[in-house]
């Protein structure tokens, strides 16, 4: 389980944030996750819940998680499609000569502070 690696690297980076900021108190954080990330957002969100109410600053935040649509491009005909559903393999042409577009982002959007 990968993900609680990662929620390190995001208080990490929140707490960066606050400090540069000025900010006491952290009350979410909204994260773009790729859907095929190989991020499951379940164990993310527990392994957040667990390491966040360590932290003063981020005790009781939620993370909210956005998934991001995995989407291929393929160069033969120039079109766009559903890489969950397709694959590598276009359904327009065949063509394999294709490559990830969007969809294997792990990235934080905001970070939200409580109404001073």
């Given at each position: 389980?990968?993900?609680?690696?990662?929620?390190?690297?995001?208080?990490?980076?929140?707490?960066?944030?606050?400090?540069?900021?000025?900010?006491?108190?952290?009350?979410?954080?909204?994260?773009?996750?790729?859907?095929?990330?190989?991020?499951?957002?379940?164990?993310?969100?527990?392994?957040?819940?667990?390491?966040a109410d360590k932290e003063d600053l981020?005790?009781?935040?939620?993370?909210?998680i956005h998934t991001v649509p995995a989407?291929?491009?393929?160069?033969?005909?120039?079109?766009?499609?559903?890489?969950?559903?397709?694959?590598?393999?276009?359904?327009?042409?065949?063509?394999?000569?294709?490559?990830?577009?969007?969809?294997?982002?792990?990235?934080?959007?905001?970070?939200?502070?409580?109404?001073?």
């Amino acid at each position: 389980m990968h993900e609680l690696g990662i929620v390190f690297y995001i208080i990490k980076d929140v707490k960066q944030a606050a400090l540069e900021n000025a900010v006491s108190k952290v009350s979410g954080v909204v994260m773009h996750i790729g859907e095929v990330s190989t991020i499951v957002p379940d164990y993310l969100q527990d392994c957040w819940r667990w390491a966040a109410d360590k932290e003063d600053l981020l005790r009781g935040a939620e993370l909210k998680i956005h998934t991001v649509p995995a989407v291929t491009y393929c160069e033969n005909c120039h079109s766009e499609y559903g890489t969950v559903e397709y694959g590598k393999i276009c359904p327009h042409c065949g063509s394999e000569n294709t490559y990830l577009l969007r969809g294997n982002e792990v990235e934080i959007k905001e970070i939200e502070v409580p109404n001073q």
